[in-house]
C-alpha cells in the first residue's frame, strides 16, 4: 500500500445494540421487532469503511479489557486495520451505543454509554502525533474530548476531516474551524457551527450556510441532507447533489460511510466533486444493509455506483 493512502482515525468503538419494529413503532409500549448486536463507534465505522475502500488504517481509540474490547480488536485485525497504538483500560467498559429505529429505518431514539473516551486525554495524543502526521489525512470523530480536539488540530500537519456526530458534539468544533480541512455535518449540526437556522428547501440558503463555513476557515464543507442529498462547497465550485437510488434498510452508518468515501477518494487524488460522489454512493450503498458497515464495500463499487 503506498503512503498516499494511510489514513489514521481518531474516534469511538463501539459495541452497536439496535432494535427495528416490525410495524409502526408505538412509543411507550412493547414492539415485536429485531434485535442485532454488532460493532459500532463512529470512528472504528469509518476505519472499517476505509479498511474497505484499500486504505490503509491506523486506529486510535479507547477500549476496555473485556469481551466487547477483544470482538473490537480481533475484527479490527480481520480488516488489517492497525490497532496497536489504541488506549486500553480497565477501569472502564468499552463504550457501548443502543438505538431504536423506526419501522422505514430510519432512527428515532438512541443512547450511548461511552464515558472511556474520556481516557483519550491531549497527553495521549501528545505521543501519537508522530504517527498522525506520518499519514496522508487524518478523521477526527466527535465522541472525544474538546481539549483533545484541539490539541490535535493545533499540532497536525496534515489535512484533518471532521466528523460532526451529533448537533451537541459538533460544538466541539466551533474554537477549531479555521484548522479543519473538510467537514460533513448534517443541516442541524451545520446551524450549530454557524450560529443560524438554514431552509433546507432553499439552494440559496444552503450555499449561504456553506460560504459562513468557508469563511470560518474550513476549506471543504458537504452538508448532509437526508433525502434531500447533499450540498458541498470549498469556494471554487459548489452544488446540491440528490441523493443515489438505494432501498433504505436501515440509515445507520450512513453518515460515517460518506465521509469515509469522501477521504477514500481524496488519498486517490480525485476532486472535491467526485470525493463528494463517492461519499455519495458509500451512504447508499450502507442505506441498503442492516449492518452498519456495508460488507460488499469497496472503492470499485463506489466508483461503479456514483457512475464514474
Same mark, same amino acid.
Given at each position: 500500500?503506498?503512503?498516499?493512502?494511510?489514513?489514521?482515525?481518531?474516534? =469511538?468503538?463501539?459495541?452497536?445494540?439496535?432494535?427495528?419494529?416490525?410495524?409502526?413503532?408505538?412509543?411507550?409500549?412493547?414492539?415485536?421487532?429485531?434485535?442485532?448486536?454488532?460493532?459500532?463507534?463512529?470512528?472504528?465505522?469509518?476505519?472499517?469503511?476505509?479498511?474497505?475502500?484499500?486504505?490503509?488504517?491506523?486506529?486510535?481509540?479507547?477500549?476496555? /479489557?473485556?469481551?466487547?474490547?477483544?470482538?473490537?480488536?480481533?475484527?479490527?485485525?480481520?480488516?488489517?486495520?492497525?490497532? /496497536?497504538?489504541?488506549?486500553?483500560?480497565?477501569?472502564?467498559?468499552?463504550?457501548?451505543?443502543?438505538?431504536?429505529?423506526?419501522?422505514?429505518?430510519?432512527?428515532?431514539?438512541?443512547?450511548?454509554?461511552?464515558?472511556?473516551?474520556?481516557?483519550?486525554?491531549? /497527553?495521549?495524543?501528545?505521543?501519537?502525533?508522530?504517527?498522525?502526521?506520518?499519514? =496522508?489525512?487524518?478523521?477526527?470523530?466527535?465522541?472525544?474530548?474538546?481539549?483533545?480536539?484541539?490539541?490535535?488540530?493545533?499540532? =497536525?500537519?496534515?489535512?484533518?476531516?471532521?466528523?460532526?456526530?451529533?448537533?451537541?458534539?459538533?460544538?466541539?468544533?466551533?474554537?477549531?474551524?479555521?484548522?479543519?480541512?473538510?467537514?460533513?455535518?448534517?443541516?442541524?449540526?451545520?446551524?450549530?457551527?454557524?450560529?443560524?437556522?438554514?431552509?433546507?428547501?432553499? /439552494?440559496?440558503?444552503?450555499?449561504?450556510?456553506?460560504?459562513?463555513? *468557508?469563511?470560518?476557515?474550513?476549506?471543504?464543507?458537504?452538508?448532509? *441532507?437526508?433525502?434531500?442529498? =447533499?450540498?458541498?462547497?470549498?469556494?471554487?465550485?459548489?452544488?446540491?447533489?440528490?441523493?443515489?437510488?438505494?432501498?433504505?434498510?436501515?440509515?445507520?452508518?450512513?453518515?460515517?460511510?460518506?465521509?469515509?468515501?469522501?477521504?477514500?477518494?481524496?488519498?486517490?487524488?480525485?476532486?472535491?466533486?467526485?470525493?463528494?460522489?463517492?461519499?455519495?454512493?458509500?451512504?447508499?450503498?450502507?442505506?441498503?444493509?442492516?449492518?452498519?458497515?456495508?460488507?460488499?464495500?469497496?472503492?470499485?463499487?463506489?466508483?461503479?455506483?456514483?457512475?464514474?
Amino acid at each position: 500500500m503506498s503512503h498516499s493512502k494511510e489514513i489514521v482515525v481518531v474516534g =469511538a468503538a463501539n459495541v452497536d445494540i439496535g432494535g427495528k419494529p416490525d410495524q409502526k413503532l408505538i412509543p411507550r409500549d412493547s414492539n415485536l421487532g429485531h434485535v442485532t448486536i454488532s460493532l459500532g463507534g463512529v470512528g472504528r465505522n469509518i476505519a472499517h469503511n476505509l479498511s474497505l475502500l484499500g486504505c490503509q488504517v491506523t486506529f486510535l481509540s479507547a477500549i476496555g /479489557e473485556d469481551a466487547h474490547a477483544r470482538h473490537i480488536i480481533e475484527s479490527c485485525r480481520e480488516l488489517s486495520i492497525d490497532t /496497536e497504538e489504541c488506549l486500553r483500560t480497565a477501569d472502564a467498559p468499552t463504550s457501548t451505543y443502543l438505538f431504536i429505529l423506526r419501522d422505514d429505518g430510519d432512527m428515532e431514539l438512541a443512547i450511548s454509554d461511552m464515558g472511556i473516551v474520556d481516557y483519550l486525554t491531549p /497527553e495521549f495524543f501528545a505521543k501519537k502525533m508522530d504517527i498522525i502526521n506520518r499519514s =496522508a489525512l487524518v478523521v477526527v470523530d466527535a465522541n472525544i474530548p474538546a481539549e483533545s480536539i484541539r490539541y490535535i488540530l493545533d499540532h =497536525a500537519t496534515v489535512p484533518v476531516f471532521a466528523e460532526t456526530v451529533s448537533c451537541k458534539k459538533a460544538e466541539k468544533f466551533l474554537p477549531v474551524l479555521d484548522r479543519i480541512h473538510t467537514i460533513t455535518p448534517n443541516a442541524l449540526e451545520a446551524e450549530i457551527l454557524i450560529g443560524e437556522p438554514i431552509d433546507v428547501t432553499s /439552494e440559496a440558503s444552503l450555499s449561504h450556510a456553506a460560504e459562513v463555513l *468557508l469563511q470560518k476557515g474550513v476549506r471543504q464543507v458537504i452538508m448532509t *441532507l437526508g433525502p434531500k442529498g =447533499a450540498y458541498y462547497a470549498d469556494g471554487k465550485a459548489s452544488g446540491l447533489i440528490p441523493p443515489l437510488p438505494s432501498h433504505m434498510i436501515s440509515g445507520n452508518g450512513a453518515g460515517d460511510a460518506l465521509i469515509s468515501g469522501v477521504a477514500a477518494g481524496f488519498v486517490n487524488g480525485c476532486a472535491f466533486s467526485d470525493c463528494v460522489m463517492l461519499g455519495m454512493a458509500a451512504a447508499s450503498m450502507t442505506l441498503e444493509t442492516a449492518a452498519t458497515n456495508h460488507a460488499d464495500l469497496s472503492f470499485s463499487a463506489i466508483q461503479n455506483k456514483a457512475g464514474m
